[in-house]
């Protein structure tokens, strides 16, 4: 099932980019979507449980020079990322359902979508590292093709800026593969245990790009103000999780050892980037912006629960990721519908009284903005709260007084992250209304993307159990000992 879930949309992408030119738009998208729902079907029937190893294992030849094989399975790490992937591609294709969608665009959304989908079921280390690289050229072309129109030159300069970055995380992280396989004589994941600590340094600074950690997240706010509305979706609910997932599974996970030597370093970055990232939102006009650098905060409580090694700080992780795909998603949704209408993101241009021009988008912006900040009930809560429960009581890395003083001023962070949402709120939706000709409320096809959204959020804000359930109980026996329970 995982090799049908990851080729349906693969080969269905290529086949719109070499016949875009004799399929509409809107056929395109139509199948896009059922490629992504199958895939989505697909991986939410091959999880089997705790108790199982990997589930849905495909394992074959490759390359056999290389020890390189077609390794492929479902943990309890990846699962809930693979799902999350699947919804976000879903939607994105629906969300391309209109008359001017290019059916090349629609291609290289689910070549996205599929090569991160291999990226998340990958178990072996050549095979992870393709499928990482395979998902970066296509986003420059989203990015550089189809990004701001009133901006040629910046959207490609966006684009450059973000393919030079990540091209160099991922040199790094190639150089780190290949000094941890020699010593062991094979690629595959589950196999390896330990490693040079350079090896393990090159690693983590390579998913430290994707992820991002300051201060090498420098290209994250132009490729997001620049990218189209679905390219903003899969930078930031996609992409950034190829990160904070390969440092909990190549970085934490297979590297133990070596990561608990830098993990007190990737805290401080993470926490760093909380506060830093709050005072940019505070100081932005463009609403993309302001949303890209609440990413990079909304990561740092990742990355510190990643540092603290502990089965809580794993599930604090993992939650955290998939909330933060699903509550930017519907910011990025709304914020591009509102620049597509106005012709801009600048919040001074947008005006005041969203509430009574366009009130169910500014309903979806706000409702995603409250459940950015962490407001208790919605799925940005947890996540927040238990990188917090981790760090406080520490792992087997950080030490007390370090810990607690990363705490301290992560919830700083918060306090500055609900000061720059309700200003924004205050700016754009509030207020005395100051009409503009391009206001018009959500049509049917965006108000059933951001409810689908909407409703995962709140789910996984009043019942987080199910999710923070697979890293509890008598089947869960260490998630830093071994890469599977």
């Known amino acids: 099932m995982i090799t ?25 998208a139509l199948l896009g979507s ?19 190893r990997v589930s849905g294992e495909v394992d074959t030849s490759w390359i056999e020079p290389l020890g390189a094989r077609l390794h492929l399975g479902v943990t309890y790490v990846s699962w809930p990322f693979l799902l999350m992937t699947a919804v976000l591609g879903l939607l994105c294709c629906v969300w391309l359902i209109a008359e001017d969608t290019s059916p090349a665009l629609v291609g290289l959304v689910l070549i996205i979508s599929a090569s991160a989908l291999g990226v998340f079921s990958s178990l072996d280390l050549l095979l ?25 030159e910046g959207r490609r300069r966006a684009a450059t800026r973000f393919l030079l970055f990540t091209v160099t995380g991922s040199a790094l992280l190639l150089v780190g ?35 991002p950690l300051v201060p090498l997240h420098t290209w994250l706010p132009d490729a997001h103000s620049k990218a189209p509305t679905v390219g903003s979706v899969l930078l930031a609910g996609v992409f950034l999780k190829l990160g904070t997932y390969g440092l909990i599974l190549l970085g934490a996970q297979m ?77 990025f949704f709304a914020s591009g519908s509102i620049k597509d209408r106005l012709g801009t993101a600048s919040m001074a241009a947008i005006g005041r009284g969203l509430y009574a021009r366009t009130p169910w988008l500014a309903v979806a912006f706000v409702f995603g903005a409250v459940a950015s900040l962490g407001l208790p009930g919605l799925a940005g809560f947890w996540g927040e709260l238990l990188s917090l429960r981790a760090a406080y009581e520490v792992g087997d890395v950080l030490s007390k007084p370090g810990a607690w003083t990363l705490v301290g001023f992560a919830v700083l ?54 999710l923070v359930g697979l890293y509890d109980g008598p089947n869960f026996q260490g998630s830093y000992e071994a890469v599977t329970p």
């Not at 040079?196 to 992820?211: D, H, P």
């Not at 990737?266 to 006009?285: E, F, K, P, R």
């Not at 205050?426 to 108000?447: C, F």
């Open 128 to 152: 992870f590292f393709v499928f990482f690289e395979l998902a970066l050229i296509p986003m420059w072309f989203v990015i550089a093709w189809w990004g701001d129109p009133h901006d040629p």
């Open 34 to 52: 059922a490629a992504m729902a199958a895939s989505l079907v697909l991986y939410a029937l091959v999880w089997e449980g705790r108790s199982v």
């Open 255 to 331: 590297l133990p050892e070596e990561f608990a030597k830098i993990a007190p370093y990737v805290a401080t970055a993470g926490v760093v980037g909380i506060v830093w990232s709050a005072l940019a939102c505070y100081a932005q006009d463009d609403l993309k912006r302001l949303i890209a650098y609440s990413s990079i905060g909304h990561m740092g409580f990742v990355a510190l629960a990643i540092s603290t090694m502990s089965d809580v700080g794993l599930a604090a992780a993992v939650f955290g990721s998939v909330a933060h795909g699903l509550i930017t998603g519907l910011l």
């Open 4 to 28: 049908t879930a990851l080729s349906i949309p693969f080969g269905l992408g290529l086949l719109l980019l070499v016949f875009r030119n004799t399929v509409s738009g809107r056929v395109a």
């Open 413 to 466: 962070g918060i306090a500055l992250t609900t000061a720059y949402f309700v200003r924004a709120i205050r700016l754009i939706a509030q207020g005395e209304a100051v009409p503009h000709e391009g206001d018009r409320d959500l049509n049917r096809r965006e108000a059933l993307v951001m409810s689908v959204l909407a409703v995962g959020i709140v789910a996984l804000g009043v019942a987080p159990g199910p």
């Open 177 to 211: 593969i290949v000094w941890v396989a020699s010593p062991f004589g094979s690629l595959q994941i589950l196999d390896i245990k330990g490693a040079a600590l350079g090896a393990a340094v090159l690693i983590v600074l390579g998913f430290a790009v994707k992820t």
